[in-house]
């Protein structure tokens, strides 16, 4: 009981979450802007597919450094395993379906490598918003 000496504390601290959602319209606007932002910088490159012979490491590591990037953020349509399990162990290796992708990905990515389906995906995501 708080009356006594040593006793409990009458309004303890309890949890309590700050985060706040941000409007949908505000996060659309925002990823515009930061892929509008690499454009200009040129750091956006679209491929047609990201196929890849075998889903080793070594494959991967090779077609990667002939970019000539320490961090890439490859953007697909939907969750490529052999993709995804080739560069898990690449240093500044990251990936994101389209349809998920946010400001700050985009901004702390690097350069942006874009699948064609992607791209199509993440217009036709962008385009719902209106």
Known sequence: SPVWRKGGIVFGPRPHSYRRDMPAAKRRQFLIEALSARCAEGAVVVMDSFDLQDAR???LNAAWK???ARKT???MDK???NLIG???NIEG???AVASNLNAYQVLNGGTLIFSAAALKALE???GEGK
């Open 73 to 75: 953020l490859f953007v």
């Open 79 to 81: 969750p490529d395993r």
């Open 66 to 68: 002939a970019l000539q």
């Open 93 to 95: 290796f990251g990936w």
């Open 124 to 126: 036709k995501s962008l």
């Open 57 to 59: 490491t070594k494959s």
């Open 86 to 88: 080739a560069g898990r």
